[in-house]
């Protein structure tokens, strides 16, 4: 008898461990191997859970997530981070339940899904948190800064000696992440497919973006690109995008998306979402997991107001704010061809309302500045980004903001070139300032 109790208490964790999943959670590395499962146990907390364990799953880049719920029964969540290609691979297969993202989904993903509902609808996708593509080289290299079109030409295999760059090194080794990733992806989308090349043949490929970042710190001849939480024991180089300035990928060039290799971090849910998927996400989307956010080495969404420091390119008006005010952290932005706002800029209005009612600034303190991109017609410029600072206007004023003043500067301080449509919709922003 006492042999059998022994077995029994042997085989009681297992056991646990063999229950129902209440949740599967498949996509991105760069969410998945950190941040996702510190997101699902904080929620768990949240919810009273308790006894809540982290273990290995069956491969590399898998996790299994227990917990107690407050009636007794027994929580399980499956996670896997094997890139971002795969978690929409497995909810097409109808192997996932929330897809964890760093770049936004494509139209061939949301064809072969749409039977699970508009995956580029509000509801669904979700930016959880913004990250920056940061380019790293080892410690020691004496580069401090590079353009896009120098990038391309690097990992493309166009530029191979570091001497090309100004500096010395010799042979150039290249590093980046697998097809799978979706930091990959973006970097392609940004840097490479713009000048019509591709990642060169000779580059070594990584799928966990600590192990690139790892072999980086010990090449001297290195050179390679990785998420912000990633970055240790590397030095991060300048990025300058068309005529604008080069940008490192501070914390407040990321949360504004200024930086020119700045990218959002999604959940996809499909529509109806299972009750699980949609309150983990709505946990994120919270202060308490927009803090995990920021915790774990990314950049939260949350709303600070920031000083801005006075240049003297700044046209009148942008000065006179830079002296006197300040500059919320986020810039809203608006669906490619509409005058309609994406995703985040109808999440950040809220936010945006939120700190405003929070410090007692919602009438009469709030300026609203639009942008544009350079147009050939004299004067377009500035009437469209007017247009879309009055566009934000009134969806701040839907959420009780009376603003002080609505302005549009046109092509004025450019973020990124005007070659490419990414570039164009990335100068379509609008900034919020306080007095």
Not at 177 to 182: F, V
Not at 373 to 390: F, M, N, Q, V, Y
Request: proline share 4%.
């Amino acid at each position: 008898m006492l042999r059998r109790l022994v077995m029994l208490c042997m085989l009681l964790p297992a056991l646990a461990w063999t229950g129902p999943t209440q949740l599967r959670i498949q996509g991105s590395n760069t969410i998945g191997s950190a941040l996702a499962p510190a997101l699902v146990q904080a929620w768990l907390r949240a919810q009273g859970a308790t006894a809540i364990d982290q273990k290995a799953g069956h491969s590399v880049n898998e996790w299994i997530i227990s917990g107690t719920d407050t009636s007794g029964r027994t929580l399980r969540i499956d996670l896997g981070a094997h890139g971002t290609r795969t978690g929409f691979s497995a909810l097409a297969a109808g192997a996932a339940d929330l897809v964890t993202a760093s770049r936004p989904i494509n139209d061939d993903e949301a064809q072969a899904l749409q039977a699970l509902g508009d995956l580029r609808a509000a509801a669904s996708e979700q930016i959880i948190g913004l990250d920056g593509v940061a380019i790293i080289v080892h410690p020691d290299n004496p580069l401090t800064r590079l353009s896009i079109e120098q990038l391309a030409q690097v990992f493309s295999g166009q530029v191979q000696r570091w001497e090309q760059l100004g500096v010395r090194g010799g042979e150039i080794h290249v590093y980046a992440r697998d097809e799978r990733s979706g930091t990959f992806d973006t970097f392609a989308s940004l840097v490479l497919q713009p000048a019509q090349l591709q990642l060169a043949r000779t580059a070594t490929r990584f799928e966990s973006a600590d192990a690139l970042t790892a072999q980086v710190a010990r090449d001297r001849h290195a050179i390679g690109f990785s998420g912000l939480a990633s970055v240790h024991g590397v030095r991060t180089l300048a990025i300058a995008a068309g005529d604008a300035p080069a940008l490192l990928p501070s914390r407040a060039l990321v949360a504004s998306e200024d930086y020119p290799l700045s990218r959002r971090l999604y959940f996809y849910l499909p529509q109806p979402a299972k009750a699980d998927a949609g309150a983990l996400a709505d946990f994120t989307q919270s202060a308490a997991g927009q803090a995990i956010v920021a915790a774990y080495g990314f950049v939260s969404q949350q709303i600070q107001a920031l000083p801005v420091a006075m240049h003297r390119n700044q046209p009148p008006a942008y000065a006179e704010l830079a002296q006197h005010a300040r500059r919320l952290s986020v810039s809203l932005r608006f669906q490619p061809g509409s005058a309609q706002l994406d995703n985040k800029a109808l999440r950040d209005v809220q936010r945006i309302a939120s700190y405003l009612d929070s410090t007692g600034k919602l009438r009469g303190r709030a300026v609203v500045l639009g942008f544009g991109d350079r147009k050939e017609t004299p004067g377009r410029a500035a009437l469209l980004s007017r247009l879309r600072a009055l566009a934000v206007r009134r969806e701040l004023a839907r959420h009780g903001v009376e603003t002080l003043q609505v302005e549009g500067l046109g092509e004025q301080l450019p973020v990124a070139g005007n070659q490419h449509a990414q570039d164009r919709l990335r100068n379509r922003r609008v900034e919020v300032w306080v007095y």
